[in-house]
């Protein structure tokens, strides 16, 4: 019946979750509340009893001081001396002057007496009386006997004495018996020799009110010297546990304590005078009672604002959710009030939806080709302001109203699907998209709006891996982010650059505009530096394939450390083969076929850079052809006997172009210049080339230090031949060495396996 009429009143099928949860949030609170509370009150109840014992100790050690201070100034008053009352009496009458003023001062203790070693009387502010008198008669102790506190009374002593308290019948205060505390303190002539003692009296009601708190709570709180209790408020607690907790640790505590199964809080803090300790002993349940007053506080609070938060809901859920479910239940044409409506308002929309599905399509048909014409438009920069973009946006259901945006070229040809649809099937939040398609190349143009640039590098990150999981060819360059909506043409060229830029970066991943380095001004003497070894692998001895299929590996690996741009790269290509084709051409007339290295097309297909090692090897397969069908002779003596001297004496330090050529019987300049038409190189760049590969074979084959390796291929200067070396090889010498035992170590790995 419940269930039946939540169904079919809406007002109850609101309200009763709304009124869950609230409760849920009430229950929430009071029981964080609850735990707060709780350690809050524990740490209020130890820090207020803490500070309450402190006062107790600072309080008590002040009446301590009283005291000493008492004694020290009877001890170097000029008229306290020892002597017997028997031979001058009138010492007595002095002394009970002077203690009378003292009596006066002090409001601590109830009384004092004065005693001598060497006299049988005692002295204070009122009278003098002997000692048998005294303990007899004028004095009872409890626990001491008449004999005992005479002896006490009489003997020196080297610190004061504490007596607990007890019952003590005292004349001057009346027959009853008064609980007191006694002090016995050393009277010392000038501070120095004893000469008596000093007995002081302090009333069982004066601790009364230092243990007394000005707010009411149950505690009990103790004076403890020497394993005993001098003086104490009591709860029912066996005082040998507490003596035997506050013994157990000499520095200040508070811990918790058991006793019968109930719980307490010991307190205990050592003072600074006479090894007197102080404790204070409150239970547990007066800290759980404190708690339980404040939780009832709050849970009354709680009570009371549950009315208003009730209230509340009942008006949100009526005016919020039961007022527009009858509005949509009239606009689709149900009866409001008969039952809660939600069938027909699913009847009402089903139908809605089934009458514009038709149009919805046709809509979105359109919707993307005007889309792609924004998107050509906007590039083309067609639009006069911003504010004329974003309202041409807003027709197209775009909200492009972003401070960064980017393009974007895709491409993923052998994919059955576009990539626009591809893309939108994978959507970055945060990131509004259009596109066109490019019909070259059947590329598509994006342009992505976002609110930073990490977030279109997210965009297009995510883009990448949704398009390598249908078509691992697929494509994504991307601009720099821009922030003017007129620098548009400028971001479609950027991502055409880097689109461009695919063949020699790794196309596996987004391709940056950023990361397209146009910077070519290292490209001649790269070049340059690679054409000097090539000629001087030519005008070496030895085997020239396999120095040249070293040259060519070099190569290969330079251009991949470089990481050169395509506009760079084929910068290179072109200096380096019209070089090649020039010796080429010196050695032979160049047939036709062999224009193919220099064909635009055929240059334009080196993606990569180890495609364009295929090339060097064909073209320089022809050239040492050509070399080979070179007769000899064509080569004047004189160069032929220039080359000789050079590699006969590169490894001398005094060694120039000027003194070989002197040597040759030739002019230097007239020499370089032979030596240049013939061979291609400068006669400076051979001996260096030279020096290079003496240094190579050196650093490879001998553990030798750079500085003596600088010395025996022909330079004075390490640090010279360092340069030297760097500007050759791209690394330093050390570097080179390393490299090279790396690389054997590697060969030496592969073949183990290989037998294996």
């Not at 010392?188 to 708190?213: A, C, E, H, P, W």
């Not at 009239?330 to 009458?355: H, K, N, T, W, Y």
Request: net charge negative; hydrophobic share 40%; glycine share 4%.
């Amino acid at each position: 019946m419940l269930k039946k009429f939540l169904s079919r009143s809406v007002s109850f099928r609101y309200i009763i979750p709304y009124f869950v949860v609230l409760l849920t949030v009430f229950a929430g609170i009071v029981l964080y509340v609850s735990d707060v509370f709780d350690k809050a009150i524990q740490e209020s109840v130890v820090e207020h009893n803490t500070n309450r014992l402190g006062l107790l100790r600072v309080e008590h050690e002040k009446q301590l001081s009283t005291l000493l201070s008492i004694c020290d100034q009877l001890s170097l008053s000029p008229q306290i001396s020892a002597f017997k009352f028997m031979e001058k009496p009138m010492e007595g009458y002095y002394i009970k002057q002077q203690l009378s003023a003292f009596q006066v001062a002090n409001n601590f203790c109830d009384q004092f007496y004065i005693t001598f070693h060497e006299d049988n009387y005692l002295y204070s502010s009122a009278t003098s009386i002997s000692m048998d008198l005294f303990s007899n008669l004028f004095i009872q102790y409890e626990n001491i006997s008449s004999d005992e506190l005479q002896v006490l009374l009489c003997e020196s002593h080297n610190n004061p004495i504490i007596l607990p308290v007890q019952k003590i019948r005292n004349v001057p205060v009346g027959e009853a018996p008064v609980k007191m505390l006694s002090f016995v303190m050393p009277l010392r002539l000038k501070g120095k020799y004893s000469i008596g003692n000093i007995l002081f009296l302090v009333q069982d009601n004066t601790y009364q009110q230092m243990f007394t708190d000005e707010i009411p709570e149950e505690r009990a709180m103790y004076i403890i010297q020497n394993h005993q209790i001098l003086e104490a408020s009591r709860l029912d607690v066996p005082d040998s546990l507490i003596l035997e907790e506050v013994y157990s640790q000499k520095e200040a505590f508070v811990r918790e304590l058991s006793v019968e199964g109930e719980k307490y809080l010991l307190f205990m803090q050592p003072g600074e005078m006479l090894d007197i300790r102080y404790a204070a002993l409150i239970p547990q349940q007066t800290v759980k009672q404190q708690a339980m007053r404040s939780k009832m506080d709050f849970g009354l609070f709680l009570l009371f604002l549950s009315v208003p938060a009730s209230l509340i809901v009942i008006y949100f859920t009526r005016r919020h959710i039961l007022q527009p479910i009858r509005e949509i239940q009239r606009s689709v044409g149900a009866e409001p009030g008969f039952g809660d409506g939600f069938a027909s308002i699913r009847d009402g929309i089903e139908a809605l939806i089934g009458q514009n599905m038709d149009l919805n399509t046709r809509l979105h048909s359109s919707l993307s080709a005007r889309r792609a014409e924004f998107v050509h438009n906007f590039v083309k920069r067609r639009f006069s302001a911003r504010e004329d973009i974003l309202e041409a946006a807003a027709r197209l259901e775009l909200n492009i109203d972003k401070p960064c945006y980017l393009a974007a070229i895709i491409s993923a040809a052998s994919s059955a699907q576009k990539p626009g649809v591809l893309i939108e099937s994978a959507p970055c939040d945060g990131v509004v998209t259009c596109c066109t398609e490019i019909m070259s190349e059947e590329r598509v143009l994006f342009l992505a709006f976002c609110d930073t640039p990490e977030a279109a590098v997210s965009w297009a990150e995510q883009t990448m891996a949704s398009l390598h999981s249908v078509c691992r060819d697929a494509v994504v360059a991307l601009s720099n982010p821009h922030f003017d909506f007129s620098e548009a043409g400028a971001a479609y060229l950027e991502a055409e650059t880097a689109y461009d830029n695919r063949f020699l970066m790794d196309n596996e991943y987004v391709l940056y505009f950023s990361q397209v380095n146009t910077a070519v001004e290292n490209v001649g003497p790269l070049s340059q530096r690679f054409l000097d070894g090539f000629y001087s692998i030519l005008n070496g001895a030895g085997d020239e394939e396999k120095a040249l299929n070293e040259w060519i590996n070099s190569l290969l690996e330079t251009f991949s450390r470089q990481k050169l741009s395509l506009f760079a790269f084929r910068m290179l290509v072109n200096d380096i083969v019209s070089a090649l084709l020039g010796r080429l051409s010196a050695l032979q007339n160049i047939p036709s076929d062999n224009l193919q290295y220099y064909d635009i097309f055929n240059l334009s297909s080196c993606r990569r850079v180890r495609d364009l090692t295929d090339v060097l090897r064909r073209l320089c397969s022809e050239i040492l052809k050509g070399q080979e069908n070179l007769n000899s002779d064509k080569e004047p003596d004189d160069i032929q006997k220039l080359t000789t001297y050079l590699k006969e004496h590169c490894t001398d330090p005094n060694l120039t172009i000027g003194s070989a050529a002197e040597a040759m019987g030739m002019n230097s300049a007239r020499a370089s210049i032979l030596y240049k038409e013939h061979t291609g190189m400068h006669p400076s760049a051979y001996l260096q080339s030279l020096r290079m590969e003496k240094a190579k074979e050196l650093l490879i084959e001998s553990d030798l230090p750079v500085k003596e390796i600088a010395v025996k291929v022909g330079y004075f200067d390490s640090s010279s031949f360092i340069r030297r070396f760097r500007q050759n090889t791209s690394v330093t010498p050390a570097q080179y060495r390393q490299m090279a035992r790396n690389r054997q170590e590697e060969e030496s790995k592969s073949v183990g396996i290989n037998l294996r």
